[in-house]
Nanobody, 125 residues
């Protein structure tokens, strides 16, 4: 019922920044918490950050806390991931996702049911 399209990935040097965007369509975006996940080759897909439906609550993996910021603009059906101080270990395909039930918080262990195709982030040393 929802389509998610990520953009903004690319190649950046360590210490640099990227801003990812995720544009949603197909259902009432503002009702749903959103998350960003990432997956490196041969690795499990890991939670990076989540944001509640209202935008008032955010959660971050320890590995990105203080460097990444999630935000949303419900009027634009868009979630952003601002990534600063990037490290080579941040290299991965980044995916955005919506939770499967409305009015969620965006917690790490919540159920995310709708996924985008991902955007590649590569950080060189």
């Amino acid at each position: 019922q929802v389509q998610l399209v990520e953009s903004g990935g690319g190649l950046v040097q360590a210490g640099g920044s990227l801003r990812l965007s995720c544009v949603a369509s197909g259902r009432t975006f503002w009702r749903y918490a959103m998350g960003w996940f990432r997956q490196a080759p041969g690795k499990e897909r890991d939670f990076v950050t989540g944001i509640s439906w209202s935008g008032r609550n955010t959660f971050y993996a320890d590995s990105v806390k203080g460097r990444f910021t999630i935000s949303r603009d419900n009027a634009k059906n868009t979630v952003y991931l601002q990534m600063n101080s990037l490290k080579p270990e941040d290299s991965a395909v980044y995916y955005c996702a919506t939770e499967g039930t409305p009015y969620g918080l965006g917690l790490r262990n919540d159920k995310y049911e709708n996924w985008g195709q991902g955007t590649q982030v590569t950080v060189s040393s």
